[in-house]
């Protein structure tokens, strides 16, 4: 969910750069799991919830396994470990909307993995928010831990046919949530460097709410009758922008804690960091930190020093490589404007631009919400006309914006210069391939 992306082979490359051997991606694009070809990464492809209904149809499940699946399991070829169908299907927020669709097409996709004779090495699972579990109020401690009421019976039907094939629960855990969305939550609990008053269970002390989450859910398996079901974390992370929480020093602060976690081997968890790369068009109904939970920036650098294997090493990751910019050029609200008539427009057309473009980073608490008017809309006009290509027309502003050479960056805030995505790079290589051709044609005429 990026306006512009980088080419899936860089971004193959920088993982690879950086020694990310796992990645889980959202669906099945046929480029990126083309890129991924040869590379040998543990892949987890997706089912999105918007396919749930048809796949209840087995002849759909069969279909989409052979398209998504076995086309790409040939030597060489990509290594599928696991298919998700669906992701968060049973938000509270979707008012039940995926409750009668997820299990039969977990069923299917399983059952056609079988059939292609993928299912030994191929596992199904459907990756879940940790809002799918809780403790009572009355006894909030991770023992407590049940499945939701609403959703208990399916959940242990859901449940015992993944243990059953051998798959792993898969859960998105968030700390930076738990933190964001109460006000009266202690913020050293939401990380692992032992500031926090711990939460005391039967004699288990918690000093992190990560760590109280996921046992949460060990009972709640237990519960239902799964003791040893495999967990993999399919989702943990840490925000840098658009809220008060969210931003480099936290999560750096956040990553450094739960890295050196993960390499002390307690647990022995698997678990798939969220997410690699910021992306300017995701939708930011559950927070304006949305767009930024990359621990790259858009552009295939890194935000900040971090090591991936939890040795502790301060060092930044290595970035994308032949990234292309479209130009050093800026949109910046024109100072030479007077004309108060002009003037009284400035709101709805920095209204217009941040509709359309992304500016999370003025909200409260973002990287940009230091900045004064005039810089307020400098920023919004550049984010627009970095979203469209540069294009003067799109600096216009009814004459309140111009464009400049000078970077308009102030502080901790960046005033990005747009990449020339995938996509464009991709249309012109095939042009000019085209060109070749028919300048060889007209030749050999």
């Not at 993960?262 to 109904?285: R, T």
């Not at 490589?321 to 427009?345: D, I, M």
């Not at 980073?361 to 627009?384: E, I, R, T």
Request: hydrophobic share 40%; charged share 20%.
């Amino acid at each position: 969910m990026a306006s512009h992306q980088m080419l899936p082979e860089m971004v193959v490359r920088m993982m690879r750069d950086n020694g990310i051997k796992r990645v889980k991606i959202f669906d099945a694009d046929p480029w990126a799991l083309k890129s991924l070809e040869g590379s040998e990464m543990e892949v987890m492809v997706a089912i999105p919830n918007d396919m749930l209904g048809i796949m209840q149809s087995y002849e759909n499940a069969k279909e989409w396994v052979d398209k998504n699946v076995t086309r790409y399991t040939h030597p060489g070829g990509v290594n599928i470990r696991y298919v998700a169908v669906g992701n968060e299907a049973f938000l509270k927020a979707y008012k039940g909307q995926f409750m009668n669709t997820t299990f039969p097409a977990l069923q299917n996709i399983q059952k056609a993995l079988n059939e292609a004779g993928h299912g030994h090495n191929i596992k199904v699972t459907t990756p879940l928010n940790a809002d799918v579990y809780n403790s009572p109020d009355s006894n909030p401690v991770p023992s407590a831990g049940t499945f939701r009421s609403d959703i208990q019976s399916l959940m242990t039907d859901i449940v015992r046919f993944l243990d059953g094939n051998s798959s792993p629960f898969v859960v998105n855990i968030y700390p930076f949530l738990s933190l964001n969305q109460n006000p009266n939550f202690p913020v050293d609990f939401a990380f692992f460097d032992g500031g926090a008053t711990p939460l005391n269970d039967n004699g288990v002390a918690y000093n992190n709410v990560f760590d109280a989450n996921y046992d949460t859910l060990v009972y709640a398996l237990r519960k239902a009758g799964v003791p040893n079901m495999k967990i993999v974390v399919g989702e943990v992370g840490w925000p840098t922008d658009g809220v008060n929480f969210a931003n480099v020093s936290f999560a750096k602060r956040f990553y450094d804690g739960f890295l050196k976690k993960m390499a002390s081997g307690k647990g022995n968890l698997d678990v798939y960091l969220f997410g690699l790369i910021d992306e300017d068009q995701k939708s930011v109904l559950p927070g304006d930190f949305e767009r930024h939970w990359g621990i790259f920036r858009y552009d295939g650098q890194p935000k900040f020093p971090i090591d991936l294997s939890g040795g502790g090493n301060d060092r930044y990751l290595v970035p994308a490589k032949g990234v292309q910019y479209v130009g050093n050029l800026w949109c910046v609200f024109n100072k030479n404007v007077k004309n108060q008539k002009k003037l009284k427009q400035l709101g709805g057309q920095v209204s217009y631009a941040c509709t359309l473009a992304d500016c999370t980073a003025l909200k409260y608490g973002g990287s940009c919400s230091g900045l004064d008017q005039q810089g307020n809309v400098s920023y919004a006009f550049n984010q627009y006309f970095q979203l469209q290509d540069q294009d003067v027309e799109a600096c216009s502003f009814k004459g309140l914006g111009v464009v400049t050479k000078v970077n308009a960056s102030s502080g901790g805030c960046l005033f990005p210069v747009q990449i020339v995505s995938g996509s464009a790079r991709a249309a012109a290589h095939v042009s000019f391939l085209l060109l070749l051709w028919l300048l060889l044609v007209v030749v050999l005429l």
